[in-house]
Protein backbone atom coordinates (compact mmCIF):
# COMPACT_ATOMS: atom_id res chain seq x y z
CA UNK A 1 0.00 0.00 0.00
CA UNK A 2 0.82 3.10 -0.08
CA UNK A 3 2.76 4.90 3.09
CA UNK A 4 5.41 7.61 4.19
CA UNK A 5 8.64 7.10 4.22
CA UNK A 6 12.08 8.58 5.58
CA UNK A 7 15.46 8.66 3.94
CA UNK A 8 18.08 8.09 7.15
CA UNK A 9 16.63 6.50 10.22
CA UNK A 10 19.92 8.87 12.12
CA UNK A 11 21.08 12.01 12.05
CA UNK A 12 23.67 13.17 14.25
CA UNK A 13 24.56 16.98 14.44
CA UNK A 14 26.55 19.36 16.15
CA UNK A 15 24.76 22.19 18.01
CA UNK A 16 24.41 25.28 16.34
CA UNK A 17 24.39 23.42 12.75
CA UNK A 18 21.25 23.51 11.02
CA UNK A 19 19.47 19.97 10.46
CA UNK A 20 17.51 18.48 7.56
CA UNK A 21 15.00 15.67 7.95
CA UNK A 22 13.94 14.07 4.98
CA UNK A 23 10.66 12.10 4.14
CA UNK A 24 8.96 10.93 1.03
CA UNK A 25 5.46 9.99 0.35
CA UNK A 26 4.07 8.37 -2.47
CA UNK A 27 -0.04 9.46 -1.88
CA UNK A 28 -0.40 11.89 -4.47
CA UNK A 29 -3.98 12.60 -2.85
CA UNK A 30 -2.86 13.62 0.32
CA UNK A 31 -3.17 17.04 1.19
CA UNK A 32 -1.73 17.86 4.23
CA UNK A 33 1.52 17.12 5.81
CA UNK A 34 2.85 17.61 9.66
CA UNK A 35 6.20 16.97 11.20
CA UNK A 36 5.87 15.73 14.86
CA UNK A 37 8.94 15.45 17.70
CA UNK A 38 8.52 12.87 19.64
CA UNK A 39 10.94 12.53 23.08
CA UNK A 40 11.62 9.42 24.63
CA UNK A 41 8.97 8.43 26.99
CA UNK A 42 6.26 11.07 25.52
CA UNK A 43 3.47 11.24 22.93
CA UNK A 44 4.31 12.69 19.78
CA UNK A 45 3.88 16.70 19.83
CA UNK A 46 2.98 18.91 16.83
CA UNK A 47 6.03 20.94 15.25
CA UNK A 48 4.25 22.43 11.70
CA UNK A 49 2.04 21.71 9.22
CA UNK A 50 2.11 22.34 5.34
CA UNK A 51 -0.91 21.88 2.79
CA UNK A 52 -0.60 21.37 -0.44
CA UNK A 53 -1.16 24.23 -2.02
CA UNK A 54 1.94 25.69 -0.64
CA UNK A 55 6.03 25.26 -1.30
CA UNK A 56 7.17 26.48 2.12
CA UNK A 57 6.49 27.23 5.78
CA UNK A 58 8.05 28.90 8.65
CA UNK A 59 8.04 28.85 11.95
CA UNK A 60 10.03 29.37 15.25
CA UNK A 61 13.51 28.02 13.92
CA UNK A 62 11.54 25.30 11.75
CA UNK A 63 10.76 25.33 8.01
CA UNK A 64 8.84 22.96 6.46
CA UNK A 65 9.75 22.04 1.92
CA UNK A 66 7.01 20.47 0.41
CA UNK A 67 7.96 19.02 -3.27
CA UNK A 68 5.04 17.36 -4.83
CA UNK A 69 6.49 16.92 -7.93
CA UNK A 70 9.14 14.18 -6.60
CA UNK A 71 6.89 13.51 -3.46
CA UNK A 72 9.29 15.25 -1.00
CA UNK A 73 9.11 16.80 2.36
CA UNK A 74 11.84 17.94 4.24
CA UNK A 75 11.98 19.63 7.84
CA UNK A 76 14.80 21.95 8.64
CA UNK A 77 16.01 23.30 12.29
CA UNK A 78 18.14 26.18 12.34
CA UNK A 79 20.67 26.37 15.13
CA UNK A 80 19.85 23.10 16.44
CA UNK A 81 20.14 22.54 20.43
CA UNK A 82 19.74 19.90 22.60
CA UNK A 83 17.39 20.05 23.15
CA UNK A 84 16.03 19.28 19.82
CA UNK A 85 17.17 15.85 20.22
CA UNK A 86 14.30 13.17 19.58
CA UNK A 87 12.80 11.64 16.86
CA UNK A 88 10.94 13.37 14.15
CA UNK A 89 7.81 12.00 12.11
CA UNK A 90 6.22 13.20 9.15
CA UNK A 91 2.46 12.29 8.65
CA UNK A 92 0.35 12.50 5.76
CA UNK A 93 -3.39 13.44 6.13
CA UNK A 94 -5.98 11.02 3.83
CA UNK A 95 -9.02 10.11 3.43
CA UNK A 96 -9.94 13.82 3.76
CA UNK A 97 -8.62 14.13 6.93
CA UNK A 98 -10.12 11.29 8.35
CA UNK A 99 -6.81 9.71 9.49
CA UNK A 100 -3.17 10.17 9.60
CA UNK A 101 -0.66 7.97 8.30
CA UNK A 102 3.06 8.32 10.08
CA UNK A 103 6.47 7.57 8.03
CA UNK A 104 8.97 5.16 10.22
CA UNK A 105 10.86 8.42 12.00
CA UNK A 106 13.91 9.92 12.23
CA UNK A 107 16.08 10.12 15.34
CA UNK A 108 17.77 13.39 15.78
CA UNK A 109 20.90 13.16 18.30
CA UNK A 110 22.36 16.79 18.95
CA UNK A 111 26.09 16.54 19.98
CA UNK A 112 27.14 19.46 22.77
CA UNK B 1 -7.29 21.92 30.33
CA UNK B 2 -5.64 18.48 30.18
CA UNK B 3 -5.61 18.01 26.38
CA UNK B 4 -5.51 14.19 25.71
CA UNK B 5 -5.79 11.73 28.44
CA UNK B 6 -4.96 8.13 28.76
CA UNK B 7 -5.29 5.56 31.59
CA UNK B 8 -3.65 2.94 32.28
CA UNK B 9 0.06 4.57 31.99
CA UNK B 10 1.11 0.69 32.39
CA UNK B 11 0.20 -2.75 32.16
CA UNK B 12 1.05 -6.44 31.97
CA UNK B 13 -1.51 -8.83 30.93
CA UNK B 14 -1.29 -12.61 30.55
CA UNK B 15 -1.83 -14.11 27.32
CA UNK B 16 -5.59 -14.67 26.64
CA UNK B 17 -6.71 -11.81 29.34
CA UNK B 18 -8.63 -8.78 28.39
CA UNK B 19 -8.92 -5.13 28.94
CA UNK B 20 -9.96 -1.98 27.72
CA UNK B 21 -7.79 1.29 27.22
CA UNK B 22 -8.94 4.70 28.26
CA UNK B 23 -9.33 7.96 26.51
CA UNK B 24 -10.25 10.73 26.78
CA UNK B 25 -10.09 14.25 25.46
CA UNK B 26 -11.04 17.71 26.55
CA UNK B 27 -10.65 19.58 23.28
CA UNK B 28 -13.99 18.96 21.69
CA UNK B 29 -12.15 17.27 18.75
CA UNK B 30 -14.46 15.74 16.44
CA UNK B 31 -11.89 12.84 15.34
CA UNK B 32 -10.09 10.29 17.48
CA UNK B 33 -7.46 8.05 16.77
CA UNK B 34 -5.90 4.63 18.18
CA UNK B 35 -2.49 4.38 17.31
CA UNK B 36 0.41 1.47 18.94
CA UNK B 37 4.17 2.00 18.28
CA UNK B 38 6.70 -0.81 18.43
CA UNK B 39 9.95 -0.28 19.04
CA UNK B 40 11.91 1.83 16.31
CA UNK B 41 8.82 2.09 14.29
CA UNK B 42 6.69 4.77 13.31
CA UNK B 43 2.90 4.59 14.73
CA UNK B 44 0.34 2.39 13.14
CA UNK B 45 -3.44 3.01 13.20
CA UNK B 46 -5.13 0.76 14.66
CA UNK B 47 -8.73 2.33 14.60
CA UNK B 48 -10.21 5.96 14.24
CA UNK B 49 -13.09 8.13 14.25
CA UNK B 50 -13.82 10.54 12.56
CA UNK B 51 -16.90 11.68 14.47
CA UNK B 52 -19.51 10.82 17.26
CA UNK B 53 -21.26 7.72 16.32
CA UNK B 54 -19.01 6.23 13.66
CA UNK B 55 -15.44 4.09 13.45
CA UNK B 56 -13.74 2.33 10.80
CA UNK B 57 -10.72 0.20 10.89
CA UNK B 58 -6.88 1.41 10.59
CA UNK B 59 -3.49 -0.42 9.49
CA UNK B 60 -4.01 -2.53 11.95
CA UNK B 61 -7.20 -3.29 13.79
CA UNK B 62 -7.09 -7.14 14.29
CA UNK B 63 -7.40 -8.38 17.78
CA UNK B 64 -9.04 -4.92 18.79
CA UNK B 65 -12.12 -3.43 19.08
CA UNK B 66 -12.97 0.32 19.85
CA UNK B 67 -16.31 2.26 21.35
CA UNK B 68 -16.80 5.72 20.60
CA UNK B 69 -18.46 6.06 24.09
CA UNK B 70 -19.39 10.13 23.32
CA UNK B 71 -17.84 12.88 21.91
CA UNK B 72 -14.97 13.01 24.79
CA UNK B 73 -14.23 9.42 24.89
CA UNK B 74 -12.90 6.93 22.86
CA UNK B 75 -11.55 3.46 24.00
CA UNK B 76 -9.59 0.45 22.40
CA UNK B 77 -10.65 -3.33 23.72
CA UNK B 78 -8.06 -6.36 24.03
CA UNK B 79 -10.79 -9.01 23.46
CA UNK B 80 -7.61 -12.02 24.03
CA UNK B 81 -4.52 -10.56 24.53
CA UNK B 82 -1.51 -11.61 22.79
CA UNK B 83 2.35 -11.50 22.97
CA UNK B 84 2.13 -10.13 19.27
CA UNK B 85 0.08 -6.65 20.62
CA UNK B 86 3.04 -5.89 22.95
CA UNK B 87 3.36 -2.57 22.13
CA UNK B 88 3.24 1.20 23.17
CA UNK B 89 -0.40 2.43 22.62
CA UNK B 90 -1.22 6.14 21.65
CA UNK B 91 -4.58 7.58 21.74
CA UNK B 92 -5.06 10.76 19.43
CA UNK B 93 -7.25 13.38 18.67
CA UNK B 94 -8.52 16.29 16.05
CA UNK B 95 -11.04 18.31 14.03
CA UNK B 96 -10.18 16.45 11.36
CA UNK B 97 -9.87 17.90 7.67
CA UNK B 98 -6.02 19.43 7.72
CA UNK B 99 -5.59 20.10 11.20
CA UNK B 100 -2.86 18.15 13.53
CA UNK B 101 -3.67 15.66 16.07
CA UNK B 102 -3.07 15.67 19.91
CA UNK B 103 -1.43 12.82 21.27
CA UNK B 104 -1.83 11.45 24.96
CA UNK B 105 1.45 10.22 26.57
CA UNK B 106 1.08 6.31 25.72
CA UNK B 107 -0.12 3.49 27.52
CA UNK B 108 2.74 0.79 27.53
CA UNK B 109 1.54 -2.56 27.32
CA UNK B 110 3.42 -5.78 27.88
CA UNK B 111 1.61 -9.48 27.30
CA UNK B 112 3.29 -12.05 28.56
Known amino acids: ?112 | NAGVTQTPKFQVLKTGQSMTLQCAQDMNHNSMYWYRQDPGMGLRLIYYSASEGTTDKGEVPNGYNVSRLNKREFSLRLESAAPSQTSVYFCASGQGLNTEAFFGQGTRLTVV
Open chain 1, 1 to 112: GESVGLHLPTLSVQEGDNSIINCAYSNSASDYFIWYKQESGKGPQFIIDIRSNMDKRQGQRVTVLLNKTVKHLSLQIAATQPGDSAVYFCAENIDRGSRLTFGEGTQLTVNP
